[in-house]
């Protein structure tokens, strides 16, 4: 069957559609009219009236019969002439049809009716427009049940009052249909705004029932069995129910209101069904995680989703929709064009509603959000000479003028709409074309889409040849861009055509001239005001250098700017000799002007091998787009910002067997980065037997007061098997302090903090990585503040035909020294499998602690089809011995510590000084002088004070457990208290659960500040004034009195001058800021910790300062009353009840 045109298909539905006007108009036009909102009384209808809708009733009667004619002409595979000629009689008849409206709302304009003015007016300018919009959406509705359906989701189809509330026999309140096509372009342009002013989305007024009731039409037009209810409340709400769900309109204590969902059927990971539903559409159903039935899922304004399940937690996405596919005997969806000759088709259009969420431990739930997502899949572009002259024919004759793209297309709020793939059509047409040395190498004829419209563009690709110099251009030419104005007055009507000139999009040079080889090429991206570069060139073999740059002209907001980054590097392919085996292959540099430094990027690319590709890189031209990517990635545009980077390559060796690329970037101000490469190949670089290669970067932060480093394996092996894995270091000493050195990542039970890099993944050797076999080897070993942690796994996998077995043996260990101990969770399994049914199969999973005595616990199980049985153990053995190191006496620590000079400290006062300082003549070494308004410091970082202690790192404490500095004599106060960080796993006992959980570092008093007594109260500014008034009392009734001036109490004077105008003014105000030590402003409070009830998290005690000295509270509490024991617990501030 041959494939209808857009024009033939265009025809076909508005021949159909207008086809049964005739009859309608025939039987009782004043009937149609009224439907439409005027009443007519037959007695005022005029002839030229009835000739008026007699001549349009005509020009429908007629349509059937064109339209049957065209119909058999597409069944019988008529040529393209022969459609044409078919379908240009109906498409003349039916601009007739629709022609003739005017002349029928001219005349009822005309008629002497009993209404006012304006209301008839407005009918009469609104009548050719509701007379379309009627058949038209009747047409749809009766024979395109989906479509329909899918208009009136987009607003397109829709039904609206006209003359409401009228009480006017001849303006009878009415319901009409409305088709409007616009609501396309809105809802692609800006889907929240379009559902909220359909719906009422993201408002309290939001519409629930109305949409309730939407859906519910959309699912009976795809055929879908589909339930409506109400829900009795209070208050009442619609509901549907359908195979998957069931969905309501959420309670009014929700707040915004949105919708409810319960999942009816449950979704395995990994589904993705389209089933056909008919009319060449088909429903998408796909999900990523799996959801269980009964899960609950909550829609939010402005695109908030909220998941529950039944239980254990969930993640993933969700994703369902329609397809639009070809229909029986088609291979494509034809779009636009025309019946064998220019046509734009697709195999696929797609559109979802897609959702993707992860679990929130806090908040017990899995959030996320949802968006719109689409795709024009196998889309194809075809120009058709077919009816061209001679010539054009002759010169375009073997050239395949058809474009195939993709397209992508989607909506997500705060990110409004974007486009992904081939979003622009491009038909390039081969010339060669020679000028003299130039030649026009090819024209390239462009159709894309932009924010702004749909850009025209025509360019030409340039080549010339000037001796040993080459050069292109590419892409230089002119450009027509196509708009919908807003307001729809266009230069063009509607449209707006807007001619502009096309700059190049790149220029390449290349220079051979024996002794100097290279080539260069320019990338310009007029929309993102952005040139790239990148240059390398070769000179006699001795020299290579290459380069690559970035120029910016707008800021990361928008506004006119400029940035740049440049990439320089030189390498000598034969080494410089430095001495002692150590060769100078390469140095270079990088240099940015109003760019800064992402660090959490470089350390991303250290992990996917952008480090490399940055540092010395090699076939800078070839593979310039991908470097230049990474550079904006790691170096984003950035005002004020300057970076600074030498580099150096360095080998050992000839050949080198052992190269370091390295290179320090300086931010101006800011941080400092080293990034490298570090490669090892022996004993040859050609035919290496071991061969390790490494990126890695660090970085120092001083604003954050932390320094990191963070490496990762690449392309490693030794012998035949290959090695990965990564490392990480952190070390913090700011206000949150922090150590962690990680190779291999981390315990299972132990969550990280924080961390400026990736989690280090497993150290891993590959042994075997077939198909049908796997053997590898994995280890991870980390030290934190609170933990030492290792770990190792073995896997083994082979499959045979039908036959697999698998098994795998792997530990998990966590350590503590003194007394020594460790618990190690162990478990190993092997099974048999045949056609992926188990055979049998031996489980073992348990703990081991030790090793005084040794204890294993746990439990193992042999399967054998479908029979198991298990078994529990739990075994202990050996004698238990003093394993604890001797006990450290921490007085004398102490007192070691605040003997140190450092550990003392004169602090000024900070203003007002006044006076300066200078040192006593013969004081003894360390000796402080105090200013009269000073304060004197003494600080330790011994042990921590004010808490109970148990232990000094490995040693149990011998003498005390609690220290306290307190004041002796009166010429000294004490003003406050100094906090330092601690480590408090090296000070308290913490089983393995806290160490695993508690922060590396806690603040803990350390040390106090003193001020001499009767000093440390300050103000910034102080003021003393004597204030007297004078009373005058005006009254017309009795004898003027005036008193003497006298002082006032201050709380009167307070009262009278708070709403005085002189209090308001600028000057007051400043004074009053003066005397104010305390500066407007707001800071993020240091964590806190309560003692709180388990019932209902109520406050049982003040905030204190850390974990730790709540849980020293805690356990005493629970010693002087052990009935307490479970129903108080300790938890963060926030956590906690509010009173």
């Known amino acids: ?193 379009a559902f909220g002013s359909l719906f009422g989305w993201g408002t309290p007024q939001f519409d629930g029932p109305a949409l309730i009731d939407l859906l519910y039409e959309l699912l009976t037009f795809l055929g879908l069995p589909v339930a409506w209810g109400v829900d009795p409340g209070p208050p009442e709400r619609p509901f549907i129910e359908f195979f998957l769900a069931a969905l309501i309109p959420t309670g009014p204590s929700v707040t915004p209101p949105g919708l409810d969902m319960i999942a009816k059927t449950g979704l395995a990971d990994g589904i993705d069904l389209v089933v056909p539903v008919g009319g060449g559409f088909a429903i998408g159903l796909s999900a990523a995680g799996g959801v269980e039935a009964s899960t609950g899922i909550r829609i939010q304004p402005p695109a908030d989703v909220s ?60 959030a996320g959000d949802f968006g719109l997502e689409g795709a024009v899949e196998g889309g194809r572009l075809v120009i058709s000479l077919a009816g061209a002259d001679g010539f ?45 040395p130039i030649e026009i190498d090819s ?31 590419e892409n230089i030419g002119a450009e027509a861009l196509l708009g919908l104005p807003a307001d729809g007055d266009g230069n063009l009507g509607p449209f707006d055509l807007e001619f502009r000139f096309k700059p190049p999009t790149g220029v390449g040079l290349s220079l051979d001239v024996g002794v100097v080889k290279g080539g260069g090429y320019l990338s310009v991206d007029a929309a993102r005001g952005e040139y790239a570069g990148a240059l390398e060139f070769v000179i006699a073999d001795f020299l290579a250098v290459s380069a690559v740059g970035l120029i910016t002209t707008r800021n990361p907001d928008g506004s006119p700017g400029f940035s740049l980054l440049i990439v ?55 593979n310039a787009p991908r470097i230049l990517s990474d550079l904006r990635a790691f170096f984003p545009a950035k005002r004020d910002t300057f970076l600074v980077g030498p580099m150096v390559k360095i080998g050992w060796g000839t050949p080198a067997l052992i190269t370091a690329s390295v290179g320090v970037i300086i931010e101006i101000p ?102 049908w076999g796997r053997i590898r080897i994995t280890n991870y070993f980390a030290v934190t503040s609170n933990t030492a942690q290792f770990g190792a796994a073995a896997e ?113 006062p900070g203003t007002h000084l006044f006076v300066s300082l200078r040192d006593l003549p013969d004081s003894g070494p360390g000796a402080l002088v105090l200013h009269p308004a000073g304060a004197l410091e003494v600080r330790q970082r011994a042990v921590p004070l004010d808490i109970g202690i148990a232990k000094v790192g490995g040693n149990r404490a011998g003498d005390a457990t609690r220290f306290t500095l307190s004041v002796q004599g009166t010429a000294l106060r004490r003003s406050a208290d100094v906090t330092e960080p601690f480590a408090m796993a090296q000070f308290l006992e913490l089983d393995d659960a806290e160490r ?21 109260a300050q103000s910034a500014r102080m003021v003393q004034r004597a204030v007297r008034f004078e009373e005058v009392v005006i009254d017309d009734q009795f004898r003027r009195r005036q008193r003497r001036f006298r002082p006032i109490a201050g709380g009167l004077f307070g009262h009278l001058v708070a709403g005085a105008s002189i209090t308001a003014a600028p000057v007051s105000a400043a004074a009053a800021r003066q005397l104010d030590p305390h500066q407007d402003g707001v800071a993020i409070a240091g964590a806190g910790f309560v003692v709180a009830s388990t019932v209902d998290n109520r406050p049982t005690t003040l905030v204190f300062g850390s974990e730790s000295a709540a849980r020293e509270w805690l356990n005493g509490r629970i010693a002087d009353n052990p009935n307490q024991a479970g129903m108080i617990h300790v938890i963060p501030a926030y956590e906690a009840a509010i009173i």
């Not at 005349?107 to 379309?132: H, M, N, S, T």
């Not at 399940?309 to 994703?319: D, E």
């Not at 660090?599 to 490399?612: C, I, K, Q």
């Open 568 to 622: 320089i590097t030189a390498e000598f392919p034969g080494g410089v000799q430095l001495g002692f085996g150590f060769v100078l292959l390469g140095v270079g540099g990088l240099l940015g002007i109003d760019r800064t430094m992402n660090l959490r990027a470089l350390m991303e690319g250290v992990r996917t091998g952008a480090v490399e590709r940055v540092m010395f890189p090699r076939d800078v031209v070839a």
């Open 1 to 193: 069957m041959a494939e209808p045109g857009t024009l033939e298909r265009l025809a076909l539905m508005l021949g159909s559609a207008l086809g049964g006007l005739g009859d309608e108009f025939a039987e009782d036009p004043l009937a149609v009219l009224t439907d439409l909102g005027l009443w007519i009384p037959p007695g005022l209808v005029s002839p030229a009236l009835r000739s008026a809708i007699g001549s349009c009733a005509a020009s429908a009667q007629e349509l059937p019969g064109l339209v049957v004619e065209l119909a058999e002409a597409i069944e019988a595979d008529a040529g393209a002439v022969e459609l044409a000629a078919k379908a240009g009689p109906l498409v003349v008849e039916l601009a007739g049809v629709i022609g003739a409206f005017d002349p029928i709302a001219h005349e009822v304009g005309a008629l002497d009716l009993d209404v006012p003015a304006g209301a008839l007016q407005q009918f009469v300018g609104e009548l050719p427009r509701r007379l379309l919009d009627r058949v038209v959406s009747r047409h749809l509705i009766d024979n395109q049940r989906i479509l329909s359906g899918v208009l009136t989701g987009l607003g397109v189809l829709g039904t609206t009052v006209v003359n409401a509330g009228s009480t006017d026999p001849a303006l009878p309140e009415t319901t009409v249909r409305f088709v409007d096509f616009a609501r396309i372009g809105e809802f692609f342009s800006s889907p929240e705004t």
């Open 796 to 908: 083994l996998y082979f499959k045979f035909s039908a036959i697999s077995i698998q098994g795998h043996i792997g530990f998990d260990a966590l350590f503590r020294f003194s007394p020594f101990y460790f618990i190690v969770e162990i478990s190993a399994s092997v099974s048999l499998k045949v056609f992926g049914v188990g055979v049998f199969g031996i489980h073992l999973q348990f703990e081991l602690e030790g090793t005084s005595p040794w204890r294993a616990r746990g439990q193992g199980s042999i399967s054998f089809f479908f029979f198991d049985v298990s078994a529990d153990f739990d075994e202990t053995w050996g004698e238990a011995k003093h394993t604890e190191l001797d006990p450290v006496n921490v007085l004398p620590l102490l007192k070691a510590e605040l003997e140190k000079p450092e550990s003392w400290r004169a602090l000024s």
């Open 443 to 473: 024209l390239t004829v462009r159709a894309g889409i932009e924010p702004a419209g749909f850009p025209i563009g025509l360019m030409a690709t340039i080549k010339a040849a000037l001796g040993p110099l080459r050069a292109v251009v």
């Open 670 to 771: 800011g941080n400092i980065a080293i990034v490298g490469v570090l490669k090892v190949t022996l004993p040859t670089p050609d035919e290496p037997l071991i061969r390790l290669q490494v990126n890695f970067a660090g970085a120092i932060e001083f604003d954050r007061k932390r320094l990191y480093f963070f490496a990762s394996l690449f392309d490693s092996r030794i012998l035949f098997l290959t090695i990965t894995g990564e490392m990480g270091l952190l070390v913090a000493w700011g206000d949150e302090p922090d150590f962690v050195v990680s190779v291999g990542g981390f315990h299972p039970s132990f969550e990280p903090p924080p961390l400026p890099f990736p989690v280090p993944r497993r150290i891993m050797v590959s042994i075997l990585d077939e198909d």
């Open 996 to 1016: 695993l959980s508690r922060p590396s570092f806690e603040r803990q008093h350390a040390g106090i500040e003193l001020v001499p007594t009767g000093a440390g």
């Open 392 to 436: 054009v024919s002759g010169v375009m004759s073997g050239f395949a003028l058809a474009a195939d793209f993709d397209l992508g297309f989607g909506w997500r709020a705060g990110s409004g709409v974007f486009f992904t793939g081939s979003g622009g059509l491009d038909v390039q047409i081969p010339t060669h074309v020679q000028l003299g």
């Open 307 to 366: 998941v529950i399940p039944p239980q254990g937690t969930v993640q993933g996405t969700l994703a369902a929709g329609l397809d639009k596919v070809p229909g029986p005997d088609r291979d494509k969806v034809v779009l636009l064009g025309v019946a064998g000759g220019t046509e734009l088709s697709a195999k696929r259009i797609r559109i979802r509603l897609t959702t993707s969420f992860a679990w929130d431990v806090a908040a017990g739930r899995a």
